[in-house]
């Protein structure tokens, strides 16, 4: 068992809102996080994997709530969309808050269902696979990574030094709670299930998809480019699929968790932006086993490297803000002269400009494509260069270079 910094988000929230909705990708610990965060209530649970529970739900909701009423847990709720109209039914007539919560593993066919009959009435918050903070036992301490003093006081006291192979190490296992108890020894068979299960319980309900090995060569096309920017067309050759299927397939991976499309950052003041997002495969273990690395050493020392670096830091940035339940405000920057900052922030109207580098030695060239966003006419905060430092040491008057251990 694992403490995720997402428990006391779930208490804070379920006190304003009726129904809590989590989701997330297959096996990040949705189901255990909200049994621990029930223990000591009576609140019931129940699962629509269980096909009694689920025919029930689906044939007569009024029935179904009778037999576990609220406050109650409803897990893989996907399965039972007729349920949403009991539940607003109920909430509308009680007007209690903190009743129903309710997991989902395809939130691509949730969020209709949902629009439609729980608006104003849900709060929806997104779970990922561990962090490194959870993994290392700093749950609570986790804050929303913005590259100030305070932050940086912050994580200097909470943290500890992470070393290269430490770090790989755990870009190459990956992030789901199961496979972290179970060790390195069960990652290749828990990763073939994986994708097997989500392919057959997953994709094939929503997309039909009839190649299951044209799909397999996509994810595999996309793991391989986590931290690019996206081509569909790339990704469609790459899968022998057209355009409209990689399209639609992309989606799916990113309705669902699987993958996270960064978007660059724009103002109305330049028009020189490139518009495509950059792609990244949010769960690296999984992006590595594609990608056929045998063991983290091999990782390390191979072509995607550094892109499965950058892949892991941006994961880990967005996890501390979706599993403190917030809006991760993230952007990167390139423009037509090749000029990239990795990673923006932006918080009120302040951007905070961030560098991802594999080095324990960050020159005062990491930082030099800072410069850029003062053409935006924003105010640019404090940077950040996150490398593989012992401890935070300052690379200019404004930038920082900060250790991947205070993540």
Aim: hydrophobic share 45%; net charge neutral; charged share 20%.
């Amino acid at each position: 068992m694992y403490a995720r910094t997402l428990a006391q988000t779930i208490h804070t929230v379920s006190a304003s809102f009726p129904v809590l909705m989590v989701t997330g990708p297959r096996q990040v610990g949705k189901t255990t996080l909200l049994e621990l965060c029930a223990q000591g209530s009576q609140r019931n649970y129940v699962t629509l994997d269980d096909l009694d529970a689920r025919a029930l739900a689906q044939s007569d909701p009024a029935l179904f709530l009778q037999t576990w009423p609220p406050p109650v847990v409803i897990d893989e709720v996907q399965y039972a969309p007729q349920l949403f109209s009991a539940i607003k039914l109920h909430v509308d007539r009680e007007q209690i808050n903190g009743q129903f919560w309710l997991t989902g593993s395809q939130k691509f066919q949730l969020m209709r269902h949902i629009t439609e009959s729980l608006a104003g009435r849900v709060a929806i918050i997104d779970l990922l696979g561990l962090s490194q903070a959870e993994l290392t036992g700093r749950a609570d301490a986790s804050r929303p990574f913005v590259p100030t003093a305070q932050w940086i006081d912050h994580a200097r006291g909470t943290s500890q030094p992470q070393s290269l192979m430490t770090i790989f190490e755990r870009i190459w296992l990956g992030s789901y709670p199961r496979l972290n108890s179970q060790g390195a020894q069960a990652r290749d068979v828990f990763y073939r299930s994986y994708i097997q299960t989500y392919i057959q319980r997953d994709v094939q309900d929503v997309l039909r998809v009839s190649d299951q090995t044209a799909f397999n060569r996509f994810l595999i096309a996309v793991a391989a480019r986590s931290g690019q920017l996206l081509n569909v067309a790339g990704l469609a050759r790459a899968a022998d699929v057209d355009n409209k299927t990689a399209k639609a397939w992309l989606s799916v991976l990113e309705t669902s968790g699987l993958v996270y499309l960064l978007q660059p950052y724009h103002s109305n003041l330049t028009k020189r932006l490139v518009k495509a997002p950059k792609l990244y495969f949010l769960d690296t273990g999984l992006a590595a086993y594609l990608t056929r690395w045998p063991s983290a050493a091999s990782l390390e020392a191979g072509a995607l490297s550094g892109a499965l670096l950058e892949t892991w830091v941006v994961s880990e940035i967005l996890k501390t803000y979706w599993h403190n339940g917030l809006e991760a405000p993230l952007y990167f920057y390139r423009d037509a002269d090749q000029q990239e900052v990795d990673l923006i922030i932006e918080v009120a109207d302040t951007l905070y400009p961030v560098e991802i580098k594999k080095t324990a030695s960050p020159s005062h060239n990491a930082k030099r494509h800072f410069a850029v966003l003062d053409k935006l006419n924003r105010v640019v905060g404090p940077g950040a260069v996150i490398c593989f430092v012992p401890r935070d040491v300052p690379i200019s008057r404004t930038v920082t270079a900060v250790p991947v251990g205070y993540l």
